[in-house]
């Protein structure tokens, strides 16, 4: 019986190590961490709360007007909308390392 708890913990556990964590690792080496600020044009102030469209996903900006993505290292747009702000399309360079400094202007 013993032989058989063995086997069947053996078993289980190997599959648990085999499926691990379900992410597809051939798009890893071809992403990029992005970071960034949302301000008002005018008065410079930062814009809690701001969406940033990239790609297949959405983030929000910070309580300091802050974001952080990750991205595929190609050429991508990202579109930033808030309320009362016109929406602005901003494109995004695969070589840059620079923090992007995002200016929404007011409707």
């Not at 708890?5 to 648990?16: E, T």
């Not at 890893?28 to 008002?40: H, L, P, Q």
């Not at 005018?42 to 952080?68: H, R």
Request: zero cysteines; hydrophobic letters at 45%.
């Amino acid at each position: 019986m013993k032989i058989y708890i063995i086997a069947f913990f053996a078993l289980f556990v190997g599959n648990i190590v085999v499926a691990g964590t379900g992410n597809n690792n051939k798009d890893r080496g071809n992403t990029k961490v992005i970071s960034g600020k949302v301000i008002d044009k005018l008065s410079g102030e930062e814009i809690v709360g701001a969406e940033i469209k990239i790609d297949n996903q959405v983030i929000y900006t910070d309580l300091n007007g802050n974001f952080l993505a990750s991205i595929n290292s190609a050429k991508t747009d990202a579109i930033v909308t808030f309320v009362s702000y016109n929406d602005i399309k901003v494109n995004i360079e695969s070589f840059s390392y620079a923090s992007i400094v995002i200016e929404l202007e007011s409707k």
